[in-house]
């Protein structure tokens, strides 16, 4: 568990972070268009590249590209957890006519909606997550050339 002490608290301060730029967002009107959601991802990937980073200055010559995929993910992962239950929450018992307003604008055909935004937020969390470590993965591997 010591491990991922620093992943898990990266994780936190990354939701936290996105828990603020969402309600800052909401106290604008802004929430309900999906583009300004886009900014997460920059979010999310500053989350997972301190992470890395701060992984291998802990680890020096220990970094191994598992430990800091692992370390990257984690942070992802729990950053995208806790704001979907965030996101969950607030519009289901905060604001319940968001998804109303949300569905109003994107979506006025499907019956069940509200299971479709919460599934897609995951998604959309998870593979950001997914798809930064594993680029973010590039900058800090060691490099298995042999040096001129």
Do not use: C
Request: charged fraction near 15%; glycine fraction near 8%; hydrophobic fraction near 50%.
């Amino acid at each position: 568990m010591k491990k991922l002490t620093l992943p898990i608290r990266f994780g936190i301060v990354t939701s936290a972070s996105l828990i603020a730029y969402f309600l800052i967002l909401s106290l604008l009107g802004k929430h309900t268009n999906v583009f300004y959601s886009l900014f997460n991802g920059f979010i999310t990937g500053f989350g997972i590249y301190e992470t890395i980073k701060y992984t291998k200055l802990r680890l020096g010559k220990d970094f191994s590209y598992g430990k800091g995929f692992t370390a990257g993910i984690t942070t992802g992962f729990i950053a995208t957890l806790l704001f979907t239950i965030f996101f969950a929450l607030y519009s289901t018992e905060l604001n319940s006519k968001f998804l109303n307003e949300l569905s109003a604008v994107w979506a006025k055909d499907y019956a069940n909606f509200e299971g479709i935004v919460f599934f897609t937020v995951a998604i959309m969390g998870f593979a950001t997550a997914l798809v930064l470590t594993l680029s973010f993965m590039q900058l800090f591997k060691t490099s298995n050339n042999p040096k001129k």
